[in-house]
Nanobody
Framework: QVQVVESGGGVVQPGGSLRLSCAASTRTFSINVMAWYRQAPGKQREFVAS???????NYADSVKGRFTVSRDNRKNTMYLQMSSLKPEDSAVYYC???????????WGQGTQVTVSS
């Protein structure tokens, strides 16, 4: 059973930075897409950013230019560097991994990010 575990959340002031990590229990070189989603209270879960095995990235318009997604296959880990954080970035951030050949689709338990002065 593949598992992913997020870490790095916390409380930060507006304009601050945080780096989230998503550690997978399997070799990430075999993972097609790793992605970050977030869910704020009372709202639907929304896409934040993704990165493919080839290193192609995609971002939600709301985070472009502020967030950077990366992956280190040697450490089986994906990262989300968040800068210029805004109160509206506050949410639980979830990691998702997809492997097409096996149909793998796994979610982590989430990590809370709170942006507040």
């Amino acid at each position: 059973q593949v598992q992913v575990v997020e870490s790095g959340g916390g409380v930060v002031q507006p304009g601050g930075s945080l780096r989230l990590s998503c550690a997978a229990s399997t070799r990430t070189f075999s993972i097609n897409v790793m992605a970050w989603y977030r869910q704020a209270p009372g709202k639907q879960r929304e896409f934040v950013a993704s990165i493919t095995g080839a290193g192609s990235t995609n971002y939600a318009d709301s985070v472009k230019g502020r967030f950077t997604v990366s992956r280190d296959n040697r450490k089986n880990t994906m990262y989300l560097q968040m800068s210029s954080l805004k109160p509206e970035d506050s949410a639980v951030y979830y990691c998702n991994v997809l492997q097409y050949i096996s149909g793998l689709n796994v979610w982590g338990q989430g990590t809370q990010v709170t942006v507040s002065s």
